[in-house]
């Protein structure tokens, strides 16, 4: 279970609150779900959050070694 809203932070942009989220995965170096910006419908304005459907995948192209 994660924050309730009124715990979390708000953001007036949907770019502002991208910025946070992006800034946040670059400083936390272990993270199990990438944080991501939403719109709050009750607040009407965006919050950051975990998205528990997607996992942090780091993306490392396979190379041929032969």
């Known amino acids: 279970m994660g924050k309730k809203c009124t ?3 708000k953001f ?3 770019t502002e609150a991208t910025t946070f989220a ?3 995965m670059e400083d936390i170096v272990l993270t ?3 944080m991501r910006a939403f719109y709050c419908t009750k ?3 965006y919050h950051v959050g975990h998205n528990k459907y997607e996992k ?3 993306k ?3 190379v041929d070694v032969e």
């Open 7 to 9: 715990q979390k932070y």
């Open 12 to 14: 007036k942009t949907f």
């Open 22 to 24: 992006n800034t946040y």
């Open 32 to 34: 199990f779900y990438p």
């Open 43 to 45: 607040h009407k304005c």
């Open 56 to 58: 942090r995948v780091d």
């Open 60 to 62: 490392i192209p396979e």
